[in-house]
């Protein structure tokens, strides 16, 4: 769009009118703006950053309930998370789940999207919906039913007892190596798919003559994968990086229902005990704020990185 | 695409009819509470073949001197009671809360010391509280004043499969009044001769100790609430027996409720120690009809004021700052501190044990029980409820329990327990500061 008036018609026109009249028409354009900002603008900074304010103000509060006052010093709250094993146990157990989850479950869904891209495959309708499924599965659901599945007389003790791959049945959410094992199982089965449709997206997006190109010279399947897809789908791969890693340090239901944090705390995560502080607890809000600003912290960190060491664009 | 474009036209309609649905069912579900009148009271609580029948047999009783008046039961699982309360308390919405709700025993101390303002206390209900037993009472005293109405009744009882102890060759008798180093040896006999454990939990849920330690007048805190998880006798006898238990094999560890309830619905375990409560589940079994007993608990040897009961959960009415206080206070006392009747009703048919002693005497409590082999057990269990020793939980009842679950864990994967209870000391000191 132009920003400038065409010169005047009418050589009467004075200059004071030329600026009256771009003012009049420009005004009115970001008025339409505006106007359809506003209503969602207001939503935002009514529902999401008020709350945070407030949240902040409360994270340097101490206080039983609703008898808080402006601790001293101000960040006791924030130093006292340095002291606290249970929050530093849990911070270990979150970023164990990220560490090992998100890489598996973001190659996981490249290869896939990368398999069912395939012009020739067949059912390519079928492949996508069922590995898609998952998502629509509600996380209490099927952390529920993973805790059936994973129980002492469960189906997978069942089955690997009748294939005698063990002697006896594994008791897998009472041991830490197991219980953790099973909750990033279950995120990668739930996750994996969800991610799987960006890269597809993304994937169909490129431009065909480029793997036709690399065809041409010669490159075989996996070739054309590292350098002709990967490099291409670079952008994708860290909004979904970002959103992983994101979502993991926020993780809740899996902790909540499936382990219940257990055994002895060991897998239990950031939000859960944040849960656990401010509800199931001697109610410490002012606490339970902090510990959600250092979870926010964390996340901006690091998808900072991300986008440092991803983002190579000049 | 057209298939598409229809899929998406029937999820518009779809979603379209939710909405014009879910409009519906707002409007016909405002009727209800819109009419305040001085006759309703609102009560949140859970459980509806239980406390929410209890209320509803209640409201029929005071019905009858009372034509006019409503309950307005709102079914609220303790879970989502707890964080509504936490919610409301937070946020200084008084005028949300409902006349009446139940609160878990252990809760008690925690709520009313966090959010003051949301509770009133009993101080002018003229209920006569001696006619409770004084352990009972004591989780809802705060500062010497009475806030809660103890309804459901938590005395713990033992109980056993008759059939697998006779097959064994013991009777209900050898497990009545006994320590628990003989339980430990007769359960051991019984494992070895018929493959059967006799207790079982679930891993890091410290239920059995906690019922360990009260048996003993013991809990994880002193008098004045400060933590007493190091230098605990009682709490150290009580995981020594545990860690007996769990390796004799006599205790299985399961890591659900529902697989708790399991292991002896399904005959995997031949009894269980826990609240009085516990009879519903059992009973849930209809196969399992007249094989089962009680008894009491065994008891510790070499603790100080052991006895052989104990008591775990139960729960009780508060009174909200939002009450209609007169009209709450006098119903309560009608019904639930008042009534023989009431409780001569709810008893045969969901099991609810009374914990209003004078209940007691009533005949209803004396019938013999088929499902146990003929045995009056409701008049036993109100009789363990009048010995259960009182303890403090006190108001970090859950972060301390939480603390001695995770210690007790890590003692059974071969930690030095004096380290494990120390580090269980010190997170409770630091929930504390």
Known sequence: MPRTIPRSTTALDTESDKQKRRFGIESRRSLTGWTFLLPASLLILWMNFYPMIQAFILSLKTGKGTRLNFADPLWYNYERLFHDDVFLLTLKNTFIYLVIQVPIMLVLALILATLLNDPNLKFKAFWRTAIFLPCAVSLVSYSLVFRTMFSNDGIVNDALLGMHLIGSPINWLAQTGTARFVIILGLVWRWTGYNMVFYLAALQNLDYATFEAARIDGAGPIKTFFYVTVPQLKPMILLTAIMSTNGTLQLFDESWNLTQGGPANTSMTMSHYLYNLSFRNNPNFGYGSALSYAILIMVAILAFIQMKVGDKRD | ?433
């Not at chain 2, 409009?23 to 819109?34: E, H, M, Q, V």
């Not at chain 2, 409201?59 to 879970?79: C, M, R």
């Open chain 2, 1 to 433: 695409m057209k298939n598409n474009r229809r899929i998406i036209r029937g999820a518009a309609m779809l979603l379209a009819a939710g909405l014009a649905m879910g409009g519906l069912g707002a409007c016909s579900g405002d009727k209800p509470s819109g009419e305040v009148t001085g006759n309703t009271l609102t009560v949140w609580c859970w459980d509806p073949a239980f406390n929410i029948y209890a209320m509803q047999e209640a409201e029929k009783i005071y019905q009858k001197d009372h034509p006019d008046f409503k309950l307005n039961i709102v079914e609220t699982p303790w879970d989502d009671l707890q964080t509504k309360l936490t919610t409301l308390g937070q946020a200084n919405q008084v005028d949300q809360l409902p006349d009446i709700f139940l609160m878990q025993n252990n809760a008690f101390q925690k709520n009313v010391l966090a959010y003051p303002d949301l509770f009133q206390d009993y101080k002018n209900a003229g209920i006569d509280f001696k006619q409770y037993p004084a352990g009972v009472v004591a989780y809802s005293i705060i500062d010497g004043t009475n806030y809660g109405l103890p309804f459901d009744n938590g005395a713990a009882i033992d109980a056993l499969r008759t059939d697998v102890l006779t097959q064994a060759g013991y009777t209900v008798a050898d497990f009545t009044d006994i320590t628990w180093d003989q339980y430990l040896t007769i359960a051991k006999d019984v494992l070895a001769k018929t493959g059967k454990p006799l207790l079982s939990g679930q891993a890091g849920s410290s239920d059995m100790i906690m019922m360990m330690l009260q048996s003993a007048g013991a809990s994880l805190f002193d008098a004045k609430g400060n933590p007493t998880i190091t230098d605990n006798d009682a709490l150290l006898a009580s995981i020594d027996m545990y860690q007996q238990l769990v390796k004799a094999g006599v205790f299985v560890e399961v890591n659900s409720w529902d697989e708790y309830i399991g292991t002896f619905v399904n005959n995997s375990v031949a009894g269980t120690i826990n609240g009085s409560w516990i009879i519903g589940s059992i009973t849930s079994a209809a196969d399992q009809s007249g094989k089962w007993d009680i008894t009491n608990l065994p008891k510790f040897s070499n603790v100080s004021g052991a006895t052989n009961y104990s008591a775990n959960g139960g729960s009780s009415w508060a009174i909200t700052s939002n009450a209609n206080y007169a009209l709450a206070a006098d119903f309560l006392k009608a019904t639930f501190a008042g009534s023989t009747e009431f409780y001569d009703t709810i008893l045969p048919s969901s099991g609810a044990l009374a914990n209003w002693l004078p209940a007691g005497e009533s005949k209803v409590y004396a019938e013999p029980q088929a499902f146990f082999g003929g045995d009056a057990i409701y008049s036993k269990i109100v009789d363990y409820a009048a010995k259960v020793p009182s303890n403090n939980t006190g108001a970090y009842y859950y972060e301390a329990r939480d603390a001695v679950g995770a210690a007790i864990t890590k003692i059974l994967n071969g930690a030095d327990p004096a380290t494990a209870l120390a580090e269980a000391q010190s997170t409770v000191e630091f929930a504390m500061q």
